[in-house]
């Protein structure tokens, strides 16, 4: 009999401690994160290829101008990538549209096209990047004056 009423307390003490007991949902969140790996020295990137620009001298190769160099020293993974993203040109969607019909601007990586949009991988050191104005092809440019927006992304991984 004792062991029955032994087993008799145990089920109630057990029953009364679900009764009583509260489930609680503990949601815990964070995110982790890399600082920023690179930097410009300012907002916004001027390319101005100035007022010499002689209209029947644009031939894809005189006027090229380097681009600001980005600082990736604060980067602490080596899988960087990098893009511009703008209006493609009416006659090459790959460079970017001017506001001069005729002219557009190539953004080339150590010499090399980098088309509009296209990914350009890279570790810690970044690329040299450089912009030249090109004409459409079989046109003469009229002088005047233009203008060109992109924007250039920097991702990791």
């Given at each position: 009999?004792?062991?029955?009423?032994?087993?008799?307390?145990?089920?109630?003490?057990?029953?009364?401690?679900?009764?009583?007991?509260?489930?609680?949902?503990?949601?815990?969140?964070?995110?982790l994160?890399?600082?920023?790996?690179?930097?410009?020295?300012?907002?916004?990137?001027?390319?101005d290829?100035?007022?010499?620009?002689?209209?029947?001298?644009?031939?894809?190769?005189?006027?090229?101008?380097?681009?600001?160099?980005?600082?990736?020293?604060?980067?602490?993974?080596?899988?960087?990538?990098?893009?511009?993203?703008?209006?493609?040109?009416?006659?090459?969607?790959?460079?970017?549209?001017?506001?001069?019909?005729?002219?557009?601007?190539?953004?080339r990586?150590?010499?090399?096209?980098?088309?509009n949009?296209?990914?350009?991988?890279?570790?810690?050191?970044?690329?040299?990047?450089?912009?030249?104005?090109?004409?459409?092809?079989?046109?003469?440019?009229?002088?005047?004056?233009?203008t060109?927006?992109?924007?250039?992304?920097?991702?990791?991984?």
């Amino acid at each position: 009999m004792r062991i029955l009423s032994s087993i008799w307390l145990l089920a109630i003490a057990s029953a009364t401690s679900q009764a009583n007991s509260n489930d609680l949902v503990l949601n815990i969140t964070g995110e982790l994160a890399y600082p920023v790996p690179c930097k410009f020295s300012s907002d916004t990137i001027e390319v101005d290829f100035g007022d010499n620009l002689h209209h029947n001298a644009v031939d894809g190769v005189r006027y090229e101008q380097v681009l600001e160099t980005l600082d990736c020293s604060a980067a602490a993974v080596n899988a960087l990538k990098l893009r511009f993203v703008g209006e493609g040109a009416e006659f090459d969607s790959e460079v970017l549209n001017t506001t001069h019909g005729d002219l557009a601007i190539e953004i080339r990586q150590s010499g090399n096209k980098l088309a509009n949009g296209e990914w350009l991988n890279f570790t810690a050191t970044p690329p040299k990047l450089s912009a030249v104005p090109i004409v459409r092809p079989g046109r003469v440019l009229t002088p005047g004056q233009f203008t060109a927006t992109a924007t250039l992304e920097v991702d990791y991984q």
